[in-house]
């Protein structure tokens, strides 16, 4: 639809350059189309750059504020960049030494790893988690509905800053409110248990501070997506007989799957480079032993000030970013061809 | 449909037990803010402060240059969203409802910045900011703020000016506007939901900008340029086991948010256009 009636909008200043060379006014003014009563020429010269001088400002925007900062992350990373050379501003171009050293060391591909997996535990939570939230919203009652919904936004809203800063009291040490539960459950050992203590622990508060955090925004798209579902595909679902499980395999699934995908990359994305809540949660300690990308990138560059090294830690991390993005730019294009 | 009463009952026990989970969290900070510190360092919690005190935000409030980093957070987000604001609406009825050479490639570019690793720019940007002489400023916040938000305003007001219907634009037209006085005369008004729920978002992600902050704007005491997110983090680490204050001091941070997020959610989802144009 919206393809035709451009067509026709572009073709217009032509036809009535005929219309006019035909000499029938009448019929032009009877058309009424505002771009027949304008002087044909130099409307369509300005209507031609009208759209490239609207996204100017955001072209110069994006390439100086995001372009070059992108172009300068790869030039730093090229150099030998540390204390004494940025504080007496010199250049020392070092090659490849900073791509090699971290390829070659233990500490990056550790990093590297656990990055992924501490990601793919993510996602999956947030994903079957927010898909069972949303399937549970679309079959509440209203008043219920609102009651759960209340709850996601709050959590939904919640700055990071300040939800990192109250999970780190939720789970204190000694007036923790989740280890005077736990003990009450009749987990005696974990009344003093310090969770910021080992690797494991740390990184489960993390995961669960995520997991909160990010569940409300799948399950709200998963629940919009729900409604657009007709009433008639699960009536014809029931009755052949389907449970609800295969309901949903063979009705919500296939209906919803371009959400899925598209819903699953961005999640992907933004956990892979997700850095307040692992950094301020408990600054990568213990041992830097929850260091993923992002952190380690940090902390190596402003940390132990080696800023060329964190540059080539961040350009590692931009390229792994850059191949998830391609791979969900193509599932994301073929739902625009449709647009 | 009927369900057996088991069936009925199980979808709102899990309901209650998620919202319970979901919103625990926020209830223990602003509960944690108002209690009295015997009921704070205590080994049983008290999980209903009827006690309440204002000690704690009153100790927060008069933390060091509080005040200042309330003004600086509220000038760098507003300034950023505003000014994200008027590029987006530009470029976004440009890829909206203009057929161009280069608008696929801009579309691209625009869903890619959106994703764009600012996590992991902080060094080069730290660099950018020392040389141009401006560390310890608002300036740049607010200008990279502007960019952080800027590709997610111009997607979402595209979905919302396309979902405008082109016929009322159309009969502006026909009624003698040119296609300027119908944008702002017709569009614009029906974008307002749109606009709003935008700018929601682009204030939240402003609001908690951290890492950039973090290392651009190291000075504290008099005239600092930091921003509400530091003054937090600060917070745990110079009262360490004051949690009354911590979390008082939370309060404060995320309570505009929320706020505004409960109030502006219901108005942005509304069919504002609905009914304007009859099939």
């Keep these: ?77 090229f150099q030998n960049l540390n204390r004494r050379q940025l504080i007496q501003h010199l250049t020392e171009w070092n090659g490849f030494d900073n791509y090699t050293a971290q390829l070659s060391s233990s500490e990056f591909w550790h990093t590297a790893g ?81 969770w910021f203590g080992s690797q494991l622990s740390t990184f489960f508060v993390i995961v669960l501070l995520i997991v909160w955090g990010s569940i409300p925004f799948v399950a709200f798209n998963m629940y919009a997506g729900l409604t657009t579902i007709p009433a008639e595909l699960y009536e014809a679902a029931r009755m052949d007989g389907a449970g609800a499980f295969k309901i949903f395999t063979a009705v919500v699934f296939p209906s919803l799957r371009p959400f899925f995908l598209a819903t699953t990359f961005l999640e992907v994305i933004w956990v892979f480079k ?54 969900y730019f193509r599932i994301i294009l073929k739902q625009e061809d449709e647009l | 449909m009927r369900r057996s009463l088991i069936g009925r009952t199980w979808p709102n026990v899990i309901a209650v037990v998620l919202a319970l989970f979901f919103l625990f969290p926020v209830y223990w900070m602003v509960s944690t803010a108002f209690k009295p510190d015997r009921d704070i360092i205590s080994r049983t919690p008290v999980f209903l402060p009827l006690d309440g005190t204002l000690d704690h935000f009153d100790r927060a409030v008069h933390a060091d240059q509080f005040w200042t980093m309330v003004g600086n957070s509220f000038t760098v987000t507003v300034c950023a969203v505003l000014a994200s604001l008027a590029i987006a609406t530009l470029a976004s ?30 060094i080069s940007i730290y660099m950018i900011t020392r040389d141009s002489g401006m560390l310890n400023s608002l300036v740049p916040l607010t200008i990279f703020y502007m960019m952080m938000v800027l590709p997610f305003t111009i997607w979402t007001l595209r979905g919302f000016i396309a979902a405008v219907p082109k016929e009322l634009e159309e009969s502006a037209m026909v009624d003698g506007c040119t296609r300027t006085q119908a944008f702002v005369r017709v569009v614009f008004p029906l974008l307002a939901p749109g606009l709003m729920s935008t700018s929601l978002f682009g204030f939240i992600t402003a609001w908690n900008e951290y890492p ?62 609905a009914g304007a144009v009859k099939g």
């Design chain 1, 1 to 77: 639809m919206a393809v035709h009636s451009e067509r026709v909008q572009t073709r217009s200043p032509k036809e009535a350059k005929t219309a006019g060379a035909a000499t029938e006014p009448a019929a032009a003014t009877a058309d009424g189309t505002p771009k027949n009563a304008r002087p044909a020429g130099g409307a369509s010269l300005l209507s031609r750059s009208t759209p490239y001088l609207l996204i100017l400002p955001a072209t110069l925007a994006t390439a100086a504020l995001l372009g070059w900062p992108l172009v300068k992350t790869g030039l730093i990373s």
């Design chain 1, 114 to 194: 656990r990055s992924v997996a501490f990601t793919l535990l993510n996602v999956f939570l947030i994903m079957a988690g927010g898909t069972l939230v949303g399937l549970l919203l679309n079959r509440l009652g209203k008043g219920m509905r609102l009651f759960l919904s209340f709850g996601l936004i709050m959590a939904w809203a919640m700055p990071i800053v300040a939800s990192t800063t109250v999970y780190t009291w939720l789970f204190d040490q000694q007036y923790g409110v989740v280890n005077w539960f736990l003990d009450k459950l009749g987990w005696h050992g974990m009344a003093d248990y310090n």
């Design chain 1, 274 to 327: 997700c850095f307040t809540q692992v950094y301020a949660m408990n600054f990568g300690g213990p041992q830097r032993l929850t260091e993923t990308l992002p952190v380690y990138a940090f902390v190596e560059g402003f940390g132990n000030q080696h800023y060329g090294t964190g540059a080539a830690i961040a350009v590692l991390t931009i390229v792994m970013l850059g191949a998830l993005m391609a791979y």
């Design chain 2, 93 to 122: 009825f440009a890829i909206a409802r203009m057929k161009f050479r280069g608008r696929k490639a801009f579309v691209l570019i625009v869903m890619a910045a959106q994703m764009a690793p600012w996590e992991v720019m902080t």
């Design chain 2, 212 to 273: 950039l902050v973090l290392i651009l704007n190291k000075q504290t005491g008099e005239g600092t340029a930091q921003t509400l997110p530091l003054w937090l983090t600060s917070f745990q680490s110079t009262f360490g086991n004051d949690w009354g204050a911590t979390m008082a001091a939370s309060t404060l941070f995320a309570v505009p948010v929320l706020i505004v997020f409960l109030f502006l959610q219901r108005k942005a989802v509304g069919g504002m256009t």
